[in-house]
T-cell receptor, first 114, second 111 residues
Framework: DADVTQTPRNRITKTGKRIMLECSQT?????MYWYRQDPGLGLQLIYY???????NKGEISDGYSVSRQAQAKFSLSLESAIPNQTALYFC?????????????FGSGTRLTVV | DAKTTQPTSMDCAEGRAANLPCNHS???????AYWYRQIHSQGPQYIIH???NNETNEMASLIITEDRKSSTLILPHATLRDTAVYYC????????????FGKGTLLTVNP
């Protein structure tokens, strides 16, 4: 099983609908992140969480909300989806322990808003 | 975090070394150079990172200039599966700092 699992892998939704993307991890990491990637561009940080009680906005949080239900679960919601939120979404985790602080990414969720 | 500059794209012949440059002339003393790659629409994958010394692991080598203003990622024997976008990212030491991605370099390995 993957260390960082994102569901669904692909989703098509209509404008105005509420949608939730889910992320779960078996790494035991405290820190979790949601990134968005538009075609031909790098990843942009939407929200991040350093522990269950900590939620922080990233570069592009407008139109999104998150929930950290447990150390292992971090969900991203689009309250009212719009077409320019069509993108590839990635969840990532990182560790607070000693040593390097690299990220582990999930396989992504491809979201299309029509 | 300081900014990095990478070429938009590069080509490399299969079996040859791929040398990917990254300019980070405004790097600060506590910033590490991290390299990630993203193979077509998959999640980015960590490759290597370094502060001031050259580093090597099973995937690649990282050469950092003495003044730390630039670095080069070396894939010693590129294969077709190394075709990907390679991101050079500066990040301060410590787990509270986040990765900020640029557009990276698209490396195409040709047969």
């Amino acid at each position: 099983d993957a260390d960082v699992t994102q569901t669904p892998r692909n989703r098509i939704t209509k404008t105005g609908k509420r949608i939730m993307l889910e992320c779960s991890q078996t790494k035991g990491h405290d820190r979790m992140y949601w990134y968005r990637q538009d075609p031909g561009l790098g990843l942009q940080l939407i929200y991040y969480s350093f522990d269950v009680k900590d939620i922080n906005k990233g570069e592009i949080s407008d139109g999104y909300s998150v929930s950290r239900q447990a150390q292992a679960k971090f969900s991203l919601s689009l309250e009212s989806a719009i077409p320019n939120q069509t993108a590839l979404y990635f969840c990532a985790t990182s560790d607070t322990g000693q040593g390097w602080y690299g990220y582990t990414f999930g396989s992504g969720t491809r979201l299309t808003v029509v | 975090d300081a900014k990095t500059t990478q070429p938009t794209s590069m080509d490399c012949a299969e079996g040859r070394a791929a040398n990917l440059p990254c300019n980070h002339s405004t790097i600060s003393g506590n910033e590490y150079a991290y390299w990630y790659r993203q193979i077509h629409s998959q999640g980015p994958q960590y490759i290597i990172h370094g502060l001031k010394n050259n580093e090597t692991n099973e995937m690649a080598s990282l050469i950092i200039t003495e003044d730390r203003k630039s670095s080069t990622l070396i894939l010693p024997h590129a294969t077709l599966r190394d075709t990907a976008v390679y991101y050079c990212i500066l990040k301060k030491g410590g787990s509270n700092y986040k990765l900020t991605f640029g557009k990276g370099t698209l490396l195409t390995v040709n047969p």
